[in-house]
């Protein structure tokens, strides 16, 4: 059979057709602490509960174009490039319908935080080391499998933290700021001198030359990320 003989025959309806949906973790440094950017569920399911920006895939719409209309629409994140995390289709992870979720990764850098506007009904969350979300101290329930979908991003980020450390950091930085970073993401303290040698070895650093300004005590030469290849 012709191939468009058989596409002009063929019935779709045959097979279930699960919804798409793309979910959004937005991850940056606030006050010196990994932090997420959630929305409070003002409607069912999950009411009062908090989500990641999300949204469903229309259907002529690429998932990375999903990703970058949600965190533009909900997350007034406009020019950024999420990066595909994990896909997470579990049956019974929304109790409405059987919906698959793509989970897209963000990182913002200071001046995206600092230009971030929150809007009613969010707020920017911090990670505990073990992953736990939480605000003022107080840890939130989140909706959906979030949780799951927030600790998954976290544990690929420390995976390749030596390399996604510099999306979360001025083009221009000390060490004492990537060092800064990689605590932030991985949750513990890390060897001063050990950090920095290995930093430096990696080759993935270039010294400018230039010094940081406003400092009281001896200024820490600024660094950039010596482009790969």
């Known amino acids: 059979m012709e191939e468009a003989a058989f596409l ?3 019935d779709p309806t045959g097979y279930d057709r699960p919804s798409v949906a793309v979910d959004c973790v937005a991850f940056g440094l606030h006050e010196g602490r990994l ?17 990641l920006p999300g949204g469903f895939v229309a259907i002529d719409e690429a998932l990375e174009a999903a990703a970058e209309r949600v965190l533009r629409d909900k997350a007034g994140l406009a020019g950024v490039a999420p990066e595909q995390v994990h896909c997470f289709g579990a049956v019974d992870r929304d109790p409405r319908m059987r919906i ?9 850098d200071p001046a995206r935080m600092a230009a971030l506007t929150l ?4 707020c920017l969350a911090t990670i505990a080391p073990a992953g736990i979300v939480s605000q003022d101290g107080q840890k939130l329930r989140l909706a959906f499998d979030h949780d799951h979908i927030v600790r998954l991003t976290l544990e690929r980020l420390r995976a390749a933290i030596d390399d996604a450390a510099f999306a979360l950091l001025p083009d221009r930085f000390t060490l004492r700021e990537l060092q800064a970073v990689h605590e932030a993401v991985l949750g513990r303290s890390l060897n001063k001198p050990a950090f920095r ?19 009281a005590f001896r200024p820490a030469e600024l660094y950039v990320q010596r482009p790969k290849g």
């Open 8 to 10: 002009q025959g063929y």
């Open 35 to 51: 932090a997420v950017l959630l929305a409070r569920r003002d409607q069912p399911p999950f009411a009062g509960d908090w989500s």
């Open 100 to 108: 698959i979720a793509i989970a897209y990764r963000v990182l913002l």
């Open 119 to 122: 809007r009613a009904g969010q």
């Open 197 to 215: 040698r290995r930093m430096l070895e990696r080759g993935g650093l270039r010294a400018t030359g230039d010094y940081e300004a406003g400092r």
